[in-house]
């Protein structure tokens, strides 16, 4: 029996992000996954980020996280969502090469020579003293002193299409036992969890010509920190925009009875923010038009996914209800949607580290947490691994405060009470929104950084970006424009700066209402021969402009 320091079952995002970290500390890791889903792979829809979760995502990078850096390597469509908005509640997305993404994240966990991946199911868990002995199907039984599970959809998962049922936990893959039968000492969650996903279809069948198209955007930046701003690292693809219409959500309503979220088939709760188009059919009754985002599943793939159809209806519905969506009147569907209820964890038996509080070194991150989405999950994963990593040796857990990030908001939120719903993360869930931003990720996260005591390139990179913010946040204060100076009346005009009537400094220019931050403090650095990384004049631009607002938060 193998011995290990700490062992993580389930290699999805959760379990990607918690091997990665806990093996940075040097201490024996072992991944124990599943021979039938392939390393972070993505099940539902092939994108990172998005509003609230491209902030997790970064914190994640700044924290020396994996996903930032896959998403990098992978991503074939970048774009900035809610650019009409304020800088505070933009966030980046990447549509990813789902195969690519897995493939890169094998790769560089393969790399890692504390590591050693098995590639089997495990049966069960068992306490013995102080260490956990974990059997496989295959593989003989491991030993571990600490135990990560990230199981995600696959405890005692059942798959739904229409009046089909099938045990699993993804389609094409193998359930796993009951979460009570793996973990006899845990508490599960009464209720069960569903999730769904839409049909896959085949891309010679669409007619993107009636579509709207929606190309990578180059001003959107990368997500690894230490990256150039926005260089790809693959080709760049477009993404499609469609819309369903009443011949649609005139089949779906016609079908209830045959909705196994309708007819009782189903019992678990769905994730509310993300919605099945069932559930959009009966819960908006006077809409008939929603859209749908064509997203290409990767770049050589022949599959592309119909965002905003996430559907359990039985096949020949499927087939009807998409073919009535303009573009898809020829589509072939390749894998049809289904949902999937599984087993969750009570996480109100863990704490802020996600240890589960009565069985100490057992930890929880994912799905199987009752959230849903790559970046939660991997989000979880890191706290989970880091704080079972800095446990094992003996150091002060990793905490973070929810004034301060997007995970820690998630954190407590999911420590602190009863789950009865699938949890996702967005930007309203914070109090703190105008300063747990993407820009200022960096600054953010350093601290907690800081605590790992690593020293790897990542946090010389977080040290200069530091120096560099302390730097320029000081210039822009003691940078005057003076009302008497013609040459700054002048200039005002020129540049539309507006009036000069009092002398001010050029962090008050940055804070004038009609003017965009970034761009007058690209400007006055780049003209001026200061070289700072863009990164940090975005800080510091719109940190000075919702500075006042900032402020106010905090001492509410
Ligand atoms: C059908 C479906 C639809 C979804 N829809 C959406 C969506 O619309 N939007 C969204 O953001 N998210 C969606 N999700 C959720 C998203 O996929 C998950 O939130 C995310 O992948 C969870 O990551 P995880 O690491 O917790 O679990 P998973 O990615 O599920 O990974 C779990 C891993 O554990 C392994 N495993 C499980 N049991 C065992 C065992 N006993 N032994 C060994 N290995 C095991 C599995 O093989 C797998 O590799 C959907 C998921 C599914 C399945």
């Known amino acids: 029996m193998e011995n290990f320091d700490i062992a993580i079952i389930g290699g999805g995002h959760a379990g990607t992000e918690a091997t990665w970290i806990a093996s940075q500390f040097g201490l024996k890791v072992l991944l124990l996954t599943s021979p039938d889903s392939g390393i972070a ?4 829809n092939p994108a990172i980020g998005g509003v609230g979760k491209g902030q997790v995502v970064r914190e994640l990078d700044a924290l020396g996280g994996l996903m930032g850096r896959l998403a990098d390597m992978s ?3 970048f774009r900035i969502l809610n650019e009409s908005k304020g800088y505070a509640v933009q966030s980046t997305r990447a549509q990813i090469d789902k195969d690519l993404y897995s493939i890169n994240a094998e790769e560089v966990l393969s790399k890692v020579t504390n590591l050693n991946i098995v590639r089997d199911m495990v049966l069960g868990i068992e306490k013995e003293n102080d260490s956990f002995v974990i059997k496989t199907k295959k593989s003989g039984v491991f030993q571990s002193k600490k135990l990560i599970v990230t199981t995600g959809t696959f405890l005692n998962g059942k798959l739904h299409t229409g009046e089909e049922q099938v045990a699993g936990g993804r389609v094409g893959c193998e359930k796993s ?3 009570s039968e793996l973990l006899s000492m845990v508490k599960v969650l009464p209720k069960r969890f569903k999730t769904g996903t839409p049909p896959r279809l085949n891309i010679a069948t669409i007619d993107f010509t009636k579509m709207e198209e929606q190309a990578s955007d180059p001003a959107a ?6 990256n150039t701003y926005s260089n790809r690292e693959v080709r760049q693809i ?6 369903t219409n009443s011949d649609t959500l005139g089949v779906i309503r016609q079908n209830k009875e045959r909705s196994p979220i309708f007819n009782g088939q189903i019992a678990g709760v769905g994730p509310r923010y993300c919605p099945s188009i069932e559930d959009k059919a009966f819960r908006y009754q006077e809409k008939d038009v929603h859209h749908v985002f064509v997203e290409p599943e990767g770049l050589e793939s022949n599959s592309v996914y119909p965002n905003g159809c996430s559907t359990s209806l039985p096949k020949d519905v499927q087939e009807t209800f998409i073919r009535s969506i303009e573009g898809l009147e020829n589509a072939e569907i390749l894998v049809h949607g289904y949902a999937v209820e599984y087993d969750v964890v009570d996480t109100s038996e863990l704490s802020l580290t996600f240890e589960y509080k009565n069985v100490p070194g057992l930890y929880f991150a994912g799905q199987v947490n009752g959230t849903s989405g790559y970046e939660e999950a991997a989000g979880q994963g890191f706290i989970a691994g880091s704080n079972a990593a800095l446990s094992f040796l003996g150091k002060e857990p990793l905490v973070l405060d929810r ?6 908001v998630m954190v407590e939120d999911l420590v602190s009470n009863l789950r009865d719903e699938p949890y996702r993360l967005f930007t309203a869930r914070s109090e703190n929104r105008l300063y747990i931003r993407e820009d200022n990720t960096a600054l953010r996260m350093l601290p907690y950084r800081r605590q790992f005591g690593l020293n790897s390139d990542l946090d010389l990179f977080l040290e200069d970006f530091l120096e560099q913010y302390d730097l320029l946040s000081q210039i822009i204060e003691e940078r005057y424009f003076y009302k008497t100076s013609d040459e700054d009346r002048n200039y005002f005009i020129e540049r539309g700066y507006g ?3 009092s002398n001010i400094t050029l962090k008050e220019l940055i804070k004038r209402p009609d003017l965009d931050p970034v761009k007058v403090l690209e400007f006055e650095t780049t ?5 700072f990384n863009f990164d940090v004049i975005r800080t510091v631009a719109i940190g000075s402009k919702y500075e006042g607002y900032i402020n106010l938060k905090e001492r509410e």
């Open 527 to 531: 003209t001026k021969g200061l070289r």
């Open 41 to 44: 792979s993505a099940p539902c």
């Open 499 to 501: 009036p000069l009537e």
């Open 177 to 179: 036992v009951a979460l």
């Open 75 to 77: 991503g074939i469509q």
């Open 221 to 226: 930046r990368n997500f690894h920190l230490m």
């Open 403 to 408: 004034r301060e990030s997007y995970i820690g």
């Open 238 to 243: 477009s993404c499609y925009l469609t819309k």
